[in-house]
DNA sequence: TTGATTTTTGCAAACGTTTGCATTACATTA
DNA sequence: TAATGTAATGCAAACGTTTGCAAAAATCAA
C-alpha cells in the first residue's frame, strides 16, 4: 500500500555501502566483481525486494529484449500456432514477445509499427494484412538495421528475410490431386490477389490443369476475403446453376468447411458428387464429416525458422558483413482424406 | 544502413535553436506552446524521421502505456477472443498490449509475472494455469498499486479484481438441460480442480441431480485436463462396462467433440442414445455432426468488462478510496443443438 | 619490505524524455 | 512610456540503469 515502495540498486548501494556500479555489475553476474560480493548484494536484493527496471536498462543498452510480432489475427489457426511457438522460443532465449493483431487493417498495421518501433523492440515479425501492397512503413526497421521477418504473408519486391510456405506448389498440390481422383471441372476459392501467397496458388492450380489439358476458366476461380460468409456467398453463386463443377480447392480450411456445409443442404454428396481440399490443416478438417483433405504447412517448423533467423540477425546485427535478407521456403504436404475419397463417377480411371 | 541515425528531440532542439523542454511540449501538445511553435517543431520531427522513445518517455514517467497478459494458451478459442477483444480494445485508449502464455505451467506464470513487472507494464491481466492455487507471485502488482485483474480462470481467497462466468449456473444449466431431455445417469468431465472455475460447474452438476433426486455417484465425475486424448481415455474407461450412461456434461468443448468422435466409433448414437453438453461454445461446435449443445460464455462481453474494469483502475489509481477489488459475473447462456435434441428412449416424458 | 601484477571497486557520464520553476517576450492598459 | 499581466520559452534535475576508465585493494614475487 505504501507509494513511495521502488527499491532501485542505489537502494542497496547505500544499504551496503557499495558502490551503484558495483551492485550493478554483481547482478549481471559481471565476472570482476567476487563472488562474496555478489553473493552480499543478491541477498540483499532479494530481503529488499528489488525488481529491476526494465525500462532504465534498455534506455541505457539501447536495446529492449523485447520482440514484436503482427499479425492479422490471433483467432485463426495457422498465425495462432505459430505465435505460440515464437513465444515460447523466444522465452528460452531470455526475450518477450508483444503479440499485436492488424485485424486485416492496413492502418491498423501502419499504426502497429510504429508503437512497436517507440517500444525500441529488438525485432520485428511480421504476417502482412491481405492488403499491404506497400510496405515503405517498415523502413524505419531496415534503415536502423533492426531485424525484421516477414513469414507466410510476405512482401513483394521488398528486400527483406522472408519465411514463407510453398504455395505455388500447394496449389499445384491440391489441384493435381483433384485431378487425380476424377474431377474435370475445378472451383478454386482464392483470397485477394493483393496477398502474394493467393498469386502463387493461384498459379500452381493453372499449372496442374494446364499439365493435364484441362482449360482454365476465369469463372471458376473466385477472389475473396476466405471468411465463412464470403464461402457461403461464393456457393450460392456456383451452385446457381448447372453443370455443378466436381471440386473445389479452397484456399482456407474455413472456407472449405462452409462449403462441405452448404452442399449437405443441397443435397450434394462429398466426395461422391464433389471433392473438397481445404489449405493449412486446421485441426477442424478433421471433426467435421467427412474429414477434410488439406495442405498442412508446418507451423511449428516455420515458427522455429522465424526464431532461428531472427536470433541470427540479432547475432549478427553488428557485422556488415552478413546478409540482410533472403528467402526461406518450408515445405507443404497435402494431407488427404474423406472429402477427395474415391473417384467422381463421371471421372476417367484413376491415374 | 548508417549507424548513428537516431534522431532525438535534442536534435529537434538544435535545428530549431528551441530548448528542448520547448520541443517536448510541443510534440505532446501542451496548452502553452504557441501554435506556430508547435506547428515547426512538429514538421522539423517528420523531416529528420524522429521517432519517440518510449523507453525513455517511460522511464521518466513511470508509465509504459503497456498492459500485460498472460493467459494459459493463445490457440484455445475462449482465451484467444478475449485475447482480440482485449488487444483492439486497448488500442483505442492508446495502450499496448503483452500478450503471455503460461502453458498452464505454473513455473512460466511466475517468470512471466516478474518480467512483466520488469517491463513495467501499467497493468496485468490474468487467466490463471490450472494449477495456481498459490497467488503470492502476484503480490509485487498488489503492494505496488498497479492494477491488477483476473478474468475467468480467477483465483480462490486472494483479494483482488475479478472478472468471471456464473460456473455454478453454467453447470446447473447444462445438467438441467440434460435431465429435462430425459437424461437419469449422467457423466461429468470435469478440469482439475485446482482450478476453482471446475469446483463451481461440479457443484452446480450435484445441484441439479440432487434437485431432480437422482444420485450423485463419484464414479461418474472425471477429473482431468480437458485435452483430447485425455478425453479419448475417458471414453475408454466410461465405455469399458454397461450400463452406458444417457448423457455427458464435458466442461469444454474440445472433450465434448472427441465423445462424439468415440460414440461413433462404438456405434452410440448420438443424441437418440447419448447426449453431450459441452462448454465454452466453440464455433467447433457448430461444424461437427451433430453439433454440439454447449454454454455460451459471452467471451466478447467478459473482454469488453476486462478492459472497462482496467481502465477505471488506471484511472482511480492515486484515489485511496477507490476499491481495489471486486468480483465481477458475466451471465452464461445454453445454446441447446443436435446433440442433446429430443428425448432419451428409456427416459420420462419431457417436461 | 618494496614494487609489480592482478583483482576488485568506485566515479561520473550517458541513454532520451518530462516537468517544476524561473525567466523572457509580448500584449494590454493607464 | 511605464507598469502590469499573460503567454511562451528555457534551465536543470530527475527517472534507474550500464560502462569506460581510474583508483584502490589484494596478491604475489623478489
Chains 1, 2 share one sequence.
Not at 505504501?2 to 554483481?26: F, M, W
Not at 485431378?179 to 493453372?206: F, W
Not at 481440399?277 to 508446418?298: F, K
Not at 507443404?332 to 467422381?344: M, W, Y
Amino acid at each position: 500500500m505504501s507509494k513511495r515502495t521502488e527499491k532501485t540498486i542505489v537502494d542497496i548501494a547505500e544499504e551496503l555501502k557499495l558502490s551503484v556500479s558495483t551492485v550493478s555489475r554483481a547482478l549481471n553476474d559481471n565476472p570482476n566483481i567476487s563472488a562474496r560480493t555478489k553473493d552480499k548484494v543478491k541477498k540483499m536484493a532479494r530481503k529488499l525486494g528489488y525488481r529491476p527496471n526494465a525500462l532504465a536498462a534498455g534506455l541505457r543498452n539501447n536495446k529492449s529484449k523485447t520482440i514484436g510480432l503482427i499479425v492479422p489475427r490471433i483467432s485463426m489457426f495457422f498465425p495462432a500456432t505459430i505465435s505460440t511457438i515464437i513465444q515460447n522460443k523466444l522465452q528460452e532465449y531470455g526475450y518477450n514477445l508483444i503479440i499485436c493483431q492488424s485485424n486485416d487493417s492496413y492502418d491498423q498495421e501502419v499504426a502497429l509499427v510504429n508503437t512497436l518501433y517507440s517500444a525500441r523492440v529488438d525485432g520485428l515479425v511480421v504476417s502482412t494484412t491481405l492488403y499491404t501492397t506497400d510496405f515503405s512503413h517498415f523502413d524505419v526497421f531496415k534503415d536502423n538495421n533492426i531485424p525484421l521477418i516477414f513469414f507466410d504473408r510476405v512482401p513483394k519486391d521488398y528486400n527483406v528475410k522472408v519465411i514463407k510456405g510453398d504455395d505455388y506448389v500447394g496449389g499445384y498440390t491440391a489441384t493435381t490431386h483433384l485431378i487425380e481422383r476424377g474431377c474435370k471441372d475445378i472451383v478454386h476459392i482464392s483470397g485477394p490477389l493483393t496477398c502474394n501467397l493467393y498469386v502463387e496458388r493461384v498459379s500452381g492450380y493453372k499449372h496442374a490443369l494446364q499439365e493435364n489439358k484441362l482449360p482454365f476458366k476465369k469463372t471458376r476461380v473466385f477472389y475473396q476475403e476466405l471468411t465463412r460468409d464470403n464461402a457461403w456467398q461464393a456457393c450460392e453463386k456456383i451452385f446457381a446453376q448447372t453443370p455443378y463443377p466436381d471440386g473445389i480447392f479452397a484456399s482456407n480450411d474455413t472456407t472449405a468447411i462452409t462449403i462441405m456445409e452448404y452442399c449437405r443442404k443441397i443435397n450434394v454428396r462429398v466426395p461422391e458428387d464433389l471433392k473438397i481440399v481445404g489449405y493449412s490443416n486446421d485441426p477442424r478438417t478433421e471433426i467435421v464429416t467427412p474429414p477434410v483433405t488439406s495442405v498442412d504447412q508446418y507451423p511449428a517448423m516455420m515458427g522455429e525458422r522465424v526464431v532461428a533467423a531472427l536470433m541470427e540477425l540479432i547475432t549478427n546485427q553488428a557485422s556488415a558483413t552478413a546478409p540482410r535478407y533472403s528467402q526461406e521456403i518450408i515445405p507443404i504436404q497435402l494431407i488427404a482424406r474423406e472429402s477427395t475419397a474415391g473417384t467422381v463417377k463421371t471421372g476417367g480411371k484413376k491415374k
